[in-house]
């Protein structure tokens, strides 16, 4: 399975901090934002990732990132030189995409809670044998912000609306997708909707009539944050923040992401930490490698 984590859009929600840089590459707490969406496709075990951005920011996630082989991955980067919708990732990424299966996830979107890697196996699982698309849902107070999904007594979906005024359901769809190989089909069939984009909710739609939409609701013990305003910008550091300090864990580090899933040795991330030994990013990873060496030693 490919990754994408579409990084792009004008960020005019966080204005003007977006004047000389793109919110993706914003701090929440101790690291930049794209780092969270990035450890959920490590998390999912996938290792080839597209990151989509504007012409003038790709250069600083290529700056950041590299071709990801500090982490034991393979980096691929692509412009989208205007907003025209989250479903053109599809075929901005198809040649990447080639014929395999794909998850894609916003670079703006946190994830954090207990069984998240057994959520997204499952969904990669769905979209490798032939049980097509997954999408995950969350509740929230402010339905008319988001693509809408609504669904029966047995979860089951039975309709999806993109930012609806008469929303059917308080379900939103998160910024987290797993499709099968027939995504960039679909893509190239879609036309731009009323506000001139390519949706991603008339993709989802395309499962749905075909009975091939699966979702994963997220309950409120699962943390969520879209963090694309002012608001939620701080509300993720704060949280990021309280959570790491309470479980003595970082969300979204991708060295130790990396070191876990076996992608890179025990010697690259003692260097990494050496680097940082004065930091306490640096210290952490030391912990990590330390900690791991405690339970090898039982």
Known sequence: ?????????????????????????????D??????????LM????????????????????????????????FSYAVQSSPNGLAEAFIIGAAFI??????????????????FRKKLKEAMNNAETGKGATIFGYRVDDPQRFGIIELDEKGRPVSIEEKPEQPRSDCCVTGLYFYDIRV????KTLKPSARGELEITDINRIYLDNGKLNVELLDKDFTWIDAGTHESLTAATVFVKNAEEQHNKKIGCPEEIAYLNGWVSKDEILKIASELKNNQYGRYLQNVIDNEDRKGSR
């Open 98 to 115: 080639g014929s395999d299966s794909v998850a894609m996830v916003l670079g703006d979107n946190i994830f954090y809670g207990h069984g």
């Open 184 to 187: 960039v089909e679909y893509a």
């Open 31 to 40: 690291k930049p934002m794209i780092y969270y969406p990035l450890s959920v």
């Open 1 to 29: 399975m490919k990754g994408i984590i579409l990084a792009g859009g004008s960020g005019t929600r966080l204005y003007p901090l977006t004047k000389v840089t793109s919110k993706q590459l914003l701090p929440v707490y």
């Open 43 to 74: 998390n999912a075990e996938i290792r080839d990732v597209l990151i989509i951005s504007t012409p003038q920011d790709l250069p600083r996630f290529e700056e950041l990132l590299k071709d990801g082989s500090q982490f034991g991955m393979n």
